[in-house]
Each structure stands twice: as structure tokens, then as C-alpha cells.
């Protein structure tokens, strides 16, 4: 079984990639993929389709998982 060492409601800082040195607090843990959801850093915008008649399309902000060894709990 995999373990992480971050756990779900620590709040971390990211080290690397877009969004460093932002702080958030872990709201999604997936040991499996090594992976972690940390509010409001992630995000992605998804354009989205009509799906009916009448309706308008739709740019959607989605957050995505990062890996965790991009993150360090914060002291």
C-alpha cells in the first residue's frame, strides 16, 4: 500500500510549476497516482459545448491534481 506525507486538510506550498510558491490547503489525497488536490492552484479552464438547443457553450474552471512531490507541508 502507498503512503504519502501529506495527508487530507494539511495545507502544503508548491515547489515546482506554474503555480510555485503558492500555499492552499489539501482537499483530495491519491495515494495510487501519487497525487494531491490542493484548493485553488491547479486550475485549468475547460471549454465546454452546448449540449441542447438554445444552449450557449461555456469556458469552465476545473482543478486538476498535481503530483506530490511537488509539495512540502507548510510549518
Known amino acids: ?8 486538510g ?3 506550498v508548491v515547489l515546482s510549476g ?3 510558491g503558492k500555499s492552499g490547503k ?6 495510487k497516482t501519487n497525487k494531491v488536490v490542493v484548493e ?6 475547460k471549454h465546454q459545448k452546448p449540449r ?5 457553450g461555456q469556458i469552465v474552471d476545473k482543478q486538476h491534481a498535481i503530483h506530490a512531490s511537488n509539495v512540502a507541508k507548510k510549518k
Open 10 to 12: 494539511d495545507t502544503v
Open 52 to 56: 441542447r438547443e438554445g444552449q450557449s
Open 40 to 45: 485553488g492552484i491547479g486550475m485549468h479552464k
Open 26 to 31: 489539501v482537499t483530495a489525497v491519491f495515494p
Open 1 to 8: 500500500m502507498n503512503t504519502l506525507h501529506i495527508k487530507k
Open 18 to 20: 506554474n503555480d510555485r
